[in-house]
């Protein structure tokens, strides 16, 4: 009987801090089609995890070859909606901020360079896109979600995380306040 009591007490106690833990602000936008799209924002503050992935075009990338530049990691996959939706925004401010940001899409796809290649020409993607694995997955907070991105500034400190699919304002803000 105590054994019983202990654990509903612990299960109890659990479900108590998960309902306690601090979530990021959550917002609502509507797409062009006039649909509800829910992504959360939270801070950050933490040091962003280095990792070294094989970009799509076979070269080994590393986060901290870009220290001193500002960088948006996206994790992402080509069968995502609103990661497909929100890529041409990532184009867009990795053209007009190119001397300061470096965008760098992480493709979480399974079947990566036969699906991953020809959507990076299909979409005309300009910034690096290298192919995600279980290590940056974890490093970054296990990612349940996709799109996620993180704002990473000049000194490799994590600025920002969203869930979900930003309004480019959002990004262009974060930036800003960067430069």
Not at 3 to 10: F, G, N, P, Q
Request: aromatic share 8%; net charge negative; hydrophobic share 35%.
């Amino acid at each position: 009987m105590k054994v019983k009591l202990t654990l509903l007490l612990m299960l109890f106690a659990a479900v108590i801090s998960i309902g306690c833990e601090k979530r990021g602000e959550q917002k609502e936008d509507r797409n062009e089609e006039g649909q509800i799209e829910t992504y959360e924002t939270s801070e950050g503050g933490e040091k962003a995890d280095d990792f070294k992935l094989i970009s799509t075009d076979g070269k080994e990338l590393k986060l901290s070859d870009f220290k001193g530049k500002i960088v948006l990691l996206d994790f992402w996959a080509t069968w995502c909606g609103p990661c497909r939706r929100g890529i041409p925004d990532l184009i867009d401010l990795q053209k007009k901020y190119k001397e300061d940001l470096v965008v760098i899409g992480i493709s979480l796809d399974r079947e990566t360079k036969t699906d991953v290649i020809p959507f990076i020409k299909e979409f005309k993607i300009n910034y690096s896109v290298v192919y995600g694995d279980a290590a940056v997955v974890k490093a970054y907070g296990n990612i349940q979600s996709i799109p996620t991105s993180f704002v990473i500034d000049r000194e490799g400190k994590i600025v920002d995380q969203h869930v979900g699919l930003m309004p480019k304002s959002v990004y262009e803000n974060e930036i800003k306040k960067l430069l």
